[in-house]
């Protein structure tokens, strides 16, 4: 049985509702499962919730409720319906409070401890509470405002705690050669390359054992052989990739999924997956994950996403005003993926007008309107092509090989981008050939009749390589596209289309009917925002 392609989102911190920064991820992550899936592949696609440690717990303290109780109102009220508000297409959703997940870390904990992987010691540090992290002195800033004079977190901005516990330890130590070893076989296996660059110059200052359970409270997967600790948080929140392929409980599905494709991170918490996890799964003798991807961090007003400085954007307050299909374009789009990415009402709005309305939405909406008036709705059979058609054809086929190949680069604007220059040949390609004025000729002129014919056909044909390719990235509006066409009855359903297929010129079958729906992207009032 062929491997399945197997990627994952980060599961995502209870504390809070999800916003804008948490459905970027999603999306991004989609985008490559639902190409490949295009691909004809086997794909399995995971996200889910981390709901353990003292973030949660405090959180849940604080809104006067049990942490469980919290974790359960906060996945069944918001973590879940954004899934669907983004249209992600997951296999499946894990919550590491899950018996299912529970059992497994501690199967794995209890076999690292049996190997001698793990060891009772004492640590005192700096903790961040809301990175759930020991902190380093080079992890620490001087605070401003409110916390001048303190030592804060440089990502949360917040006061660390300085903590002494005596706790269990994995020999992480252990595993500095061993993961540089590997980084230097595998050199895509953290990207891009700037993440590369800071993994492979943190392991080589030299790794520290790591505490990896908690005493001081109880909300957590319990230690086996010592029920007074819990596992640290973290070490149970990266087993979940494992746990939810089967680990331990499912062996063939475990063989089937087992390692992951791609780990989509915030880069935040790329030292967790680029390092921690890597050498998890080395001591356990499990194999590794092909690559760790680090997205940058989506800004607001310059600022990283944020609930607690009032940054955080819900995702229904984009999508109810310009969709599904075009927030997911515009994150996709916009953004170097890779790379910090600012949002910004005007920059959505603007695309929004000129890329998809003015863009796409407006050559599906030509192009049906003028099969319906000039051949009745009947895709027409074309005549003898021109350099015109070569060309367009030609553009169709480039733009199927140039987003493929940007997928294999998790490059989703790259790949978007390609799929765009067939926007623009389209467009451009309709302007030039001016149907309407061939109508008018054909009137009197039976063989302009054939060129109009070719003319609508062809435009026809993008329209059809467009909905393949841009399936992944906005599924509504591809669908309507795709039954715009008639294509369904003739080629079967848009997910049975590979997208290395789709710059195949000539694939519609004349005589299919081609009707005018409503517009893909309706005009949005500016004041809407």
Same mark, same amino acid.
């Given at each position: 049985m062929p491997k399945a392609f197997y990627?994952?989102?980060?599961?995502?911190?209870? @504390?809070?509702?999800?916003?804008?920064?948490?459905?970027? =991820?999603?999306?991004? =992550? &989609?985008?490559?499962?639902?190409?490949?899936r295009q691909r004809q592949e086997d794909v399995w696609f995971l996200t889910g919730t981390d709901e353990h440690g003292e973030k949660v717990l405090r959180t849940a303290e604080? @809104?006067?409720?049990?942490?469980?109780?919290?974790?359960?109102?906060?996945?069944?009220?918001?973590? /879940?319906?954004?899934?669907?508000?983004?249209?992600?297409?997951?296999?499946?959703?894990?919550?590491? =409070?899950? &018996?299912?997940?529970?059992?497994?870390? /501690?199967?794995?904990?209890?076999?690292?401890?049996?190997?001698?992987?793990?060891?009772?010691? =004492?640590?005192?540090?700096?903790?961040c509470v809301a990175c759930e992290e020991y902190k380093q002195p080079a992890d620490l800033v001087e605070g401003t405002g409110e916390y001048a004079g303190q030592m804060v977190c440089s990502i949360h901005g917040r006061p660390v705690e300085m903590l002494a516990e005596t706790n269990y330890f994995f020999r992480m130590s252990a595993y500095t050669d061993k993961l540089l070893?590997?980084?230097?076989?595998?050199?895509?296996?953290?990207?891009?390359?700037?993440?590369?660059?800071?993994?492979?110059?943190?392991? /080589?200052?030299g790794l520290q054992d790591l505490s990896i359970s908690r005493s001081t409270f109880d909300w957590g997967v319990t230690v086996p052989w010592d029920p007074s600790h819990v596992i640290y948080v973290w070490i149970d929140a990266l087993l979940n990739y494992a746990t939810a392929a089967g680990y331990g409980a499912d062996e063939e599905k475990f063989q089937r999924t087992w390692p992951a494709d791609i780990h989509f991170v915030g880069k935040d918490i790329l030292r967790f997956h680029a390092v921690i996890w890597p050498a998890m799964l080395m001591a356990a003798g499990l194999p590794l994950p092909k690559k760790v991807f680090a997205h940058g961090w989506l800004l607001v007003g310059g600022e990283k996403m944020s609930k607690s400085k009032l940054t955080g954007i819900a995702p229904a307050q984009i999508t109810d005003t310009f969709g599904s299909d075009a927030f997911r374009y515009y994150f996709l789009r916009a953004i170097a993926f890779g790379n910090d990415g600012s949002f910004s009402w005007e920059d959505i709005a603007a695309r929004y007008q000129a890329e998809l309305a003015n863009g796409l939405g407006n050559l599906a909406s030509r192009v049906t309107a003028m099969v319906g008036r000039y051949f009745d709705g009947v895709l027409p059979a074309p005549g003898a092509s021109t350099d015109a058609e070569e060309q367009l054809a030609a553009v169709a086929a480039q733009a199927a090989q140039d987003a493929d190949a940007a997928v294999d680069s998790v490059a989703p604007h790259d790949a978007l981008a390609a799929v765009w220059t067939l926007v623009e040949a389209a467009n451009g390609y309709i302007t030039e050939q001016q149907p309407w004025a061939v109508a008018k000729a054909a009137a009197d002129d039976e063989s302009q009749r054939e060129r109009l014919a070719t003319i609508l056909y062809s435009s026809a044909e993008a329209l059809r390589a467009l909905a393949v390719l841009l399936?992944?990235?906005?599924?509504?509006?591809?669908?309507?596209?795709?039954?715009?066409?008639?294509?369904? /009855?003739?080629?079967?359903?848009?997910?049975?289309?590979?997208?290395?297929?789709?710059?195949?010129?000539?694939?519609?079958?004349?005589?299919t009917e081609v009707t005018k729906g409503d517009a893909l992207f309706p005009r949005i009032d500016p004041d809407a925002q």
């Open positions: 990627v994952t989102t980060p599961i995502y911190y209870v @504390n809070d509702a999800p916003h804008i920064g948490h459905a970027y =991820t999603t999306v991004a =992550t &989609d985008f490559i499962a639902r190409w490949h604080a @809104n006067g409720t049990s942490p469980r109780e919290w974790a359960d109102r906060l996945v069944e009220s918001a973590w /879940k319906p954004v899934l669907r508000t983004i249209d992600a297409s997951n296999d499946d959703f894990i919550r590491t =409070t899950e &018996d299912r997940h529970v059992e497994r870390v /501690k199967e794995f904990i209890q076999g690292l401890y049996d190997a001698g992987e793990i060891f009772e010691g =004492t640590y005192e540090g700096a903790y070893e590997f980084y230097e076989q595998n050199p895509g296996f953290v990207q891009p390359e700037s993440a590369r660059n800071e993994v492979v110059s943190f392991v /080589k200052q399936n992944a990235a906005m599924p509504k509006s591809s669908a309507r596209l795709w039954e715009a066409l008639g294509a369904e /009855k003739a080629l079967g359903s848009l997910a049975t289309q590979p997208v290395g297929d789709a710059g195949r010129w000539g694939q519609l079958v004349p005589g």
